[in-house]
Structures are given as structure tokens and as C-alpha cells.
């Protein structure tokens, strides 16, 4: 890393009064220059209850756009403004429309990994940890459109016996996963516990001995009664994995299970983006106020 970026990054970011945010899945040399490090909603309410006038969220666009929901008056900065998510993409808010007019009485619920747009046309917003719930804070008698993740919509099924109406998004990195990669991995590390994402496959959640949130992940690994684990996630999640419990062994699961779009940051984008603070994240006033309203009563209920 070199000493000189990360000086020139420290300077404007004192200059800038910012705050530098990122994701679990980066880059190890942008998580270590972050203030904080963690999942995506963790992260915006973080940031928006600090008194930075400016946050850089090293991450895709839907979470900058979620810490601009969470903080109107800051200014946010992506340092890449084409690290989008291909599963918040799978919906777009016109499919959104169509959908509701066929179910007029359903509530949506929508996996915050989705666009301002889409967020602003759900009921309720929800993460990968507090999904069942949220769906069992739906009232019985309603019926549920889950976007636009189906393997966490299904798995959100399993858990809570709630039938819900699926849209078929998925991420494409975690569907790398297989299950003969986690039984590869087994015969290596016979006394491994297996953490998996529930936006994995269900074959792999299946055979998970957790199924967890980025965050819920550090902490499981805290609790289990054994010191080896096999992460089916994206691979930038070994690095704060590590950091976490630097007595314990993490093997991801697959190597394949690299986020193209995560891995756009870097630092010395990261340093362009805090030199000119571009590209900032705008979200129309109507969208986010709506928007917000959805993650708002996710919180309500979580
Ligand atoms: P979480 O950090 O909310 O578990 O999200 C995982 C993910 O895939 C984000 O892109
Ligand atoms: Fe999107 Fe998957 Fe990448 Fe997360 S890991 S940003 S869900 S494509």
C-alpha cells in the first residue's frame, strides 16, 4: 500500500470532515483505512449518526444510495460509480408496478439490497439477518411479494412457514457456490463448521451449520465450539473475519466467490473520489422520504 495515498486519503478526509465507510466484501487495503466496517444498513445508520458532512461508501450503489436515505444532508461519494449490484438490478421499479397491480393487497417486502426506487415502492425494507423478522410481523392474512432475492426469499420461507410470492433475483457471485465445494472443503477440514449467506443456494444452505448475515457471521464465529470454519460468501469476508478472531481458521468455501462489482474500489480511486468528492449519490426528495419509510419500519419492527 502505498504510504503516500494513504496520506493524501487521511488529509482530505480530515479537510472534507468525512467519513469512510466499507463493506465487508473489500478490498482488505480499503478496510483498513476505513472508519468503520460492515454490512450495508449496519453502515448507513452508523454514518448518519455521526456529525460528518460528507461519507465515502466503499461499496456498490445501492448502499451509498441507502446511507444518502439515512443522511439527506450529507453529501455521499462513491469511489466508483459503476460498482453496482447485479442483484438490485434484477428489479427495476416499472417490474415492481406490474407486479403489485396483479397483487393489489400484498405488502412487499424488499431486501435492502435493491435500488432507492424499488425500496420507495416497498413496505417494508429488510436485511439478511432480520428477514423472518420481518415477514412474521406481516399479519397472517396477507399475502407477501419478497424482492428480489429468491434464495433469501426462500430461505426466509423455511423459516418462517410463511408462503411468499418470489421474484427470481439472485447474486450472481454467491450462486458460484456449490455444495460439492463445501464438501471439498469438508474432507480437508473434517472439524470445520460451515457459515453460509443465505443468498446462497438453498443446496448450500441446506447443508450450512449457520446461516448468517456478514455481521452475523463474526459473531457466530465467536459462539460456535469449534475454531474452523468454512465461509460460503464472497471472499472479501475472510479479511474482517480474520481481524475478528485472529486464533481461528476461516477457508472460503470457493475462491470463485469474488463480487467483480465489490472489487471495483480501490484506494487509489478511492483517493480520486475524495480529491474532486465525486461521484456523489443523489436520490430524488419524494424517493427517499418513501424509501426511507420502508427501512423505518423495518426498525419498528427489528
Ligand atoms: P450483508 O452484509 O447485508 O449480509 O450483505 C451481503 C451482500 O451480498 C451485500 O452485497
Ligand atoms: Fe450484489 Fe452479490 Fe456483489 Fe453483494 S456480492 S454486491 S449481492 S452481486
New binding site residues.
Partial sequence: MSQDVVEKILRLKAQHNAVILAHN?QIPEVQDIADFVGDSLGLSQTAAETDADVIIFCG?HFMAETAKILSPNKRVIIPDKNAG????NMIMARQLVNLKSKHPDAVVVCYV?STAEVKALSDYCCTSANGPQVVQAVPEEKEIIFIPDQYLGSWVMKQTGREMILWDGY????HRILPEHIMQQKQKHPNAAVIAHP?CIPAVTDIADFVMSTSGMIKAAEEADTDEFIIAT?IGMLNPLKKAHPDKSFYPATELAD?P??KLNSLEKLLWSMEDLQPEISVPEDIRQKAQTAIDRMISIT
Fill in positions: 466484501y456498490v449490484c447485479p442483484m438490485a439490497n447474486c450472481p457471485t454467491h443468498e464472497e463480487c462489482n465489490m
